[in-house]
Structures are given as C-alpha cells and as structure tokens.
C-alpha cells in the first residue's frame, strides 16, 4: 500500500487545541471507539471499559528538562532541545555538541513543553507535562495520554484483576518533527530506547492465553510492544513505523490523545481504528468541543478483530 502523506490531512480549528491542562488531573474527557459504538466517557471512568484479566501497560518514562535557551550569532536567543548527552534539535535540524549536554539541561533547562503551545513553561508545567508514575528519566517528550492518569483510577483498575504493568520507551523529538517526504514508505522514524520487563512480558503472555486483552497507554507504549513483539527483543531501539496496513501483533487497544494532522501518531491512531472509524470519531469530537493534543482530551480505541 503506496499511501502519501496528504492522505491524513484533517481540519482541526485552532480553538480546539488544548494550551493548557486541565485544572485537575484527571478530570479530561474520553471518547471511546469500540466496533461501530462510538460513547462520550470520561478519563476517569476508563476502568468501566476494561474487564478481568485485561492488561494495562504504561510508560514510566520520566521527562527531563530538555529546553535549553541559547543565544545565536545574531544575539537572538533560541531554544535548544536536547535529546541525549551530545545531541539536540536546534531550528528543526539535529546536531552534535561537544560536552554533556544532559548536565547543562539539568542545571539551566526547561520543560520541554510541544512547540505548538507556543508559549513559555509555567510552574503548574514542571508538575502536569510529567506522569504520577515517572520513574526513569530520559524523554525528551511526556508520554502525554498518561498525563491525567492518577493513582486513584489505577487503584480502581486493579481493584478491577486488571493487571497494571509497565514499559519504559524515552520519547523523542522526532515525534513533533514533520514527514518530510510524501510517500509513507519512504519515512524513516527516529529511533527511541525502550525496554519492556519480563513481569510485563509475563502478564501479557498470561492476559493473552487466558482470553484476556492488552490495552496500552499512549502511541509509546503501542510502539514498544509491538517493536518488541515483531523482533523478539525485549530491549532495544524502537524504529518501527506504523500507518494503516499494519497488522498488530500484541495490542489489542489503545488509550491515547486527539492528535495533529499529518502526524506519525495520527497515523498510527489510524492503523488501530481504521482511517475511515478514526475519521468519523474525529468529526463527533470536534462536533462535541472536545480537546485536542497533548493537554487535551483522550480517546479509547479497541481494534476491530
């Protein structure tokens, strides 16, 4: 399937897009996509969706403050975004720096709030663009369809004898950087560290021998297993690129934002619910004035077979 890039084009009004999170953590609406229901829900209320002896797999990656002001040749000051100990994204392109750059991000950077927003970090920032259950530090980029989970709602789901377990895939800056190229399979994804532990790959193994389903949160976590579950490694460079035509090798459903037209994401929202469902579900969130991108409001796709 020869698909082209144009192809996921969709209008989203910019007062559709989320500047800032909501007020309290957890409280965003959910629109859930199941066969052909298409029901207006609530973040809070995901553990009505899921059943016994499902699996829930999250991202415990933890940002890091990868925002670096820097000023150019000219005196204007830039950001830098920094995506490991040599390497940043300075004005869309990736360079090499000499030194640590993770020291230098540590000690004078930012939250690397999505450039979209436009706007400068804020206190209520440095808490809300990180998970309650961050752990491992390296993303550049939250995993945002975590953002309004909380420890409440996960006590609820495993009250629930659904397994929580997690997976650590740091997030890129690739993922805001537009396709360049107009044809699908001529994209190659930046690549990003993940690792998924042998509880995690237990409780799948078990969830999916007991007729149980693997529900994961984010396009990260998607990513990860099903680079995992395509190579046979558990630890390594997730590249893989996924757009309709896929077919899922280990999720069964995906908890995740409204997401930017044109987007590897929006692709990949398209390969589990199909384009013409995602669509149709797109048309009746904005209809319905839900939030979009990464502060906004989340839906819950089950895949069809």
């Known amino acids: 399937m020869n698909l082209s890039v144009s192809e996921f084009d969709y209008e989203l009004p910019e007062e559709r897009i989320a500047k800032h999170p909501p007020k309290v953590r957890g409280v965003s609406r959910l629109l859930v996509l199941r066969g052909e229901e298409l029901v207006d829900s609530r973040y809070a209320r995901l553990d009505e969706w ?58 004078v950077g930012e939250v690397p709030l999505p450039p979209y927003l436009k706007r400068e970090a804020t206190e209520a920032d440095t808490e809300r663009y990180q998970t309650v259950f961050a752990r ?109 035509g896929y077919r899922f090798k280990v999720v069964d459903g995906m908890l995740t934002n409204f997401h930017a037209p044109k987007s590897t994401v929006l692709m990949l929202a398209g390969a589990m619910a199909g384009w013409g469902r995602l669509m149709g579900a797109y048309e009746h969130a904005i209809r319905e004035k839900y939030d979009f991108l990464s502060y906004g409001d989340s839906m819950l796709i089950f895949r069809e077979g």
């Open 50 to 107: 899921l059943s016994p002896g499902d699996v829930l797999v999250l991202n415990d990656t933890k940002v890091f403050p990868a925002r670096v002001k820097v000023t150019d040749e000219g005196g204007r000051v830039r950001d830098l975004m920094v995506l490991g100990k040599t390497q940043a994204l300075y004005r869309g392109e990736k360079v090499h720096v000499g030194g640590d750059l993770l020291a230098l991000a540590a000690e």
């Open 136 to 244: 491992a530090e390296g993303s550049a980029a939250a995993p945002t369809a975590s953002l309004n989970m909380t420890e409440e709602l996960l006590g609820r789901i495993r009250e629930k004898g659904v397994e929580v377990c997690y997976l650590t895939l740091h997030v890129g800056l690739g993922t805001f950087l537009p396709i360049r190229v107009e044809k699908l399979d001529e994209h190659k994804m930046h690549e990003e560290y993940y690792e998924v532990p042998e509880e995690t790959r237990a409780a799948i193994e078990a969830a999916k021998g007991g007729g149980g389903r693997v529900v994961a949160v984010g396009t990260t976590a998607t990513r990860a297993l099903e680079h995992a579950y395509s190579t046979g490694t558990m630890v390594g460079e997730a590249d893989i690129f996924i757009y309709p």
